[in-house]
Each structure stands twice: as structure tokens, then as C-alpha cells.
């Protein structure tokens, strides 16, 4: 079942469903895909409330770094895709670069940067990143 978070559905049956959103790989699809995983974690918690209240600020803030390194390491089209699983949340962001991410050091005297992706692993249960012939996926498990 997929779940348009702009419409007020309430899942049937304790099923839920997954949210997938594509996007043009633009500056603005950041905020975009943002809005899209608030939407889904508001119908999820109709029926699922978190568990604590930081953790759906904590998937908003890891689905904001991860749609930014993806418009800033890797130009183009990307998609996010968001489900309930046992007491958390996976979240999935598939991008066209095969270049899988990588821990930068934090420059402050060069405007910064450099933290977002320690922020995801700091966050997350579990991190992985799948290497495709089409790009990568970057599947992460958040408390919920």
C-alpha cells in the first residue's frame, strides 16, 4: 500500500504502507523531501505513535542530510522511500552516484560542512549503503 502524506489516509488494518518519493535532484527537493517524510510520520502516528518524541524530529533531521549530501555529492534524480518496521523506521534513498558516502572532516574556516553524515550514523540504529550498477542505496533503521 503506498501512502500519499498530503492526503488525510489512515492505513487499514495495522498495515502500513510504504511512502516512495521521487524527486528532480534540485535544492528545493531537500525541503520537498522533508515535507514528504513529516506527512508519512504524521499518518504513522495516528495509528503508531513514536515511541519518544525526539525520534520523529530525528528522522526529519537524517531524511534533511541525507536529500542534502544527495543534492550536493550526487547531482540528478534521487528517491526516498520510508516504512514502518519493529519499533523503528527504515528509510531508503536511492541516488545515481556509485560513489558510496564517506566521513569528511569538519571545516569550520571553510564554511563548514563535514558533519552531516557523522549526524546520520550518531542517529541511526544501523547504516548501510548498497552499490549499484544504476547508483547507490543508502537504507538506514531509526528508533520510532
Known sequence: ???????????????????TSAFGGE????????LAADGYLRAL??????????HWDDILLVVTE??????????GPFELQ?????????VM?????TTPPAPRRFRPSQGGGGIGWH????????????VRPDGKDIHVFLPW
Open 93 to 97: 534513498f536511492h541516488d545515481s552516484s
Open 27 to 34: 535544492l528545493r527537493n531537500v525541503t520537498d523531501a522533508r
Open 45 to 54: 502516528a495516528r495509528t503508531t505513535p513514536p515511541s519518544a518524541a525526539e
Open 66 to 75: 541525507l536529500a542534502a549530501n544527495t543534492i550536493q555529492y550526487a547531482p
Open 82 to 90: 520510508i516504512r514502518p518496521t519493529v519499533g523503528g523506521v527504515h
Open 119 to 130: 549526524l546520520v550514523h550518531a542517529l541511526c540504529d544501523q547504516v548501510s549503503v548498497i
Open 1 to 19: 500500500m503506498e501512502i500519499d502524506p498530503s492526503r488525510n489516509m489512515k492505513p487499514s488494518s495495522g498495515e502500513f504502507g510504504t511512502l
